[in-house]
């Protein structure tokens, strides 16, 4: 029997681009693809794979610009048939020191040194608690706004089970997940990740709010940004979900008594 040779894996552009999908803005909760931060893939012969990102300022965070460029050069050094990768910040006022720190493998602290306050893992924990808090608050307002008999301090019961199959409850098992939180777990939980008692759940849930109201108003605003400073960049952001409908008046007319101690 004659034996056959496996043909080499070959990488491609789009195999490059669908594995940047994965790589997330930390503070802004979506993929770099979707906001157009990828400027330029380039895909050799020899599975050579050259990457530049762009970002909305040339100011932005050098802690989550690093982690953004880093992330990007791992999932592509994943692909099966990838050669040498190169990943480059551009028009950033920290671009050659992050660059550098990329070619060389010096790693985060090896690149900031001391002006590295984090580790990588602490700033992505940090970042993935608060996708899930906004992940959180949008399921169960949604799920709000569909039951007009529900009350706010229902919601301290509802688990995932509960909510319906769709993008918005997806997008939060994977957050959870990310996070090691048990999936039977009630969807709204406090900071320690514990259930929220009843007569709570108002508050916490004004607090979730916030924080999804601020991950959604800066993701808005740094579109904006980059299709500013890089005319015909729009072409290349992914719309974001459209909002459900208006939020329900007794979210808007109820305060609950914000003087009032939060159980530990």
Known sequence: MTATS??????????????????VDPELDEPITDLGFVRSVEVGADGDVVVHLRLP???CS??????????????????????????????HHDSELINAGLASGAGYRGTF????????????????RKAHTAAAERCLTALLRSRPGMVEEDLGAVVLDDLPDDDATRALRRRRADLGVPVEAPVLLDEGFRPVPRVHVPLRLRRARSVRISVDGNAHFCRGLLRTRYPGSGADQSPRPADTGPVPVQLLTRRPDENQEMTA
């Open 113 to 128: 040194r001391h002006e590295a306050l984090d580790s990588l893992d602490e700033l992505r924990a940090t970042f993935r």
């Open 6 to 23: 496996e043909r080499p894996v070959v990488v491609t552009r789009a195999d490059v681009t669908t594995a940047l999908g994965a790589v």
């Open 57 to 59: 300022t040339s100011f």
């Open 62 to 91: 050098p802690n989550f610009a690093y982690l953004m460029a880093s992330d990007a050069k791992d999932v592509i050094a994943a692909l099966p048939g990838v050669g040498r990768v190169v990943v480059e910040l551009d028009d």
